[in-house]
């Protein structure tokens, strides 16, 4: 079974807002508007320091009562990550293993697959040592890859230590996006917990669709300006267009 807190994704897929700005302030928005689940962007947020992450945290899912994944996104991967490698896995590791907020800490944390072997090891073996949930994630924001080199990344995903493997790319086609959307079902036929995001224009649909052929996860904004990434729409209608396909 694959959770992220108390949230069942064998049951439901889940709306993760991505918060990104006045984290209190946009995570109340996000339950209000029916996510499931928050992201907190520690890079986007230019949150540096652990205690403060850690207390922005604690606040967070105390005031908007939803499950936290904390990710801290490195540049090569579409992130604002200023400093070194071993700070920015440094700071997931603590707010994973910082006892007087673990009670409250996050629920998940999301480290890249292309993040030095060494570091990501260390933050999956924090997150399971502490019983969170691993999302290992590749974005590629200028292709699609073949389907053989797309099922290739999530199961090496997988072998690293993934609960759920995470593959955002950018389509050229609509060729493309079924081929992402073919990997999808093939993988979650095969039990595996996948969230897969073809992005930009032409892949818009998969945020509501991909769920339909068993992506776990599927993002989305708070604010219909604000989008961390291309073509993600605002939680609110993700959740009403998802409802209206069920």
């Known amino acids: 079974m694959t959770q992220i807190g108390p949230f069942d994704l064998e049951k439901k897929t889940a709306v993760v807002a991505v918060i990104l700005e006045k984290p209190l302030e946009t995570s109340k928005k996000a339950a209000e508007k029916g996510a499931d689940i928050l992201e907190i962007r520690l890079d986007l947020l230019g949150i540096r320091d652990l205690e403060r992450a850690a207390e922005i945290i604690r606040e967070i899912k105390s005031e908007a009562g939803l499950p936290v994944i904390a990710t801290n996104r490195s540049r090569a991967e579409g992130g604002k990550w200023e400093g070194t490698e071993e700070d920015r896995t440094g700071l997931l590791i603590g707010l994973l293993t910082y006892s007087l907020y673990l009670k409250d ?4 944390v999301d480290i890249e697959l292309s993040a030095s072997r060494e570091e990501r090891d260390k933050v999956i073996k924090a997150a399971k040592d502490h019983g969170k949930t691993v999302i290992v994630s590749s974005h590629d924001f200028s292709k699609t890859p073949s389907p053989q080199e797309m099922k290739a990344i999530l199961t090496e995903m997988f072998l ?19 081929n992402l959307l073919r990997i999808t079902l093939d993988l979650r036929k095969e039990g ?23 992506s776990v996860l599927t993002y989305g904004s708070v604010e219909s300006g604000a989008a961390a990434a291309p073509g993600q729409l ?6 009403k267009i998802m409802e209206m396909l069920k």
């Open 160 to 178: 690293a230590g993934a609960d759920i493997a995470k593959l955002a790319v950018m389509p050229q086609s609509m060729e493309d996006v079924l």
């Open 192 to 214: 595996k917990s996948v969230c897969t995001i073809s992005m930009g224009k032409p892949g818009k649909h998969t945020r509501v669709v991909a769920p339909l052929y068993g």
């Open 105 to 108: 800490g996050p629920d998940a």
């Open 234 to 239: 605002p939680v609110d209608e993700v959740k």
